[in-house]
């Protein structure tokens, strides 16, 4: 497999997916997963996972705002 793909967790990890946010040219995403628990999001950096955020608690424009505040660099 080529090492410079980039693969997004498995579906069934986090839930179902939703949508995926890109930083411009920071190398920085954003994926945002709903399940029964909540909502989940993923940040990446250059295709590596860098942490998991559990927002079981939040609606959905809260966990879309985390994201948003990943790949503007406001979250480090």
């Avoid at 997916?17 to 909502?39: D, K, V």
Wanted: aromatic residues 14%; contains cysteine.
């Amino acid at each position: 497999m080529n090492d410079t793909i980039k693969r997004r967790e498995p579906a069934d990890s986090y839930g179902t997916f939703l949508t995926e946010f890109y930083g411009r040219g920071n190398g920085r995403t954003a994926a945002l997963y709903t399940s029964w628990q909540g909502y989940t999001v993923v940040f990446s950096k250059d295709g590596e996972v860098i942490e998991r955020r559990a927002l079981w608690e939040h609606n959905r424009d809260y966990a879309e705002d985390a994201c948003e505040n990943w790949i503007l660099e406001i979250i480090k």
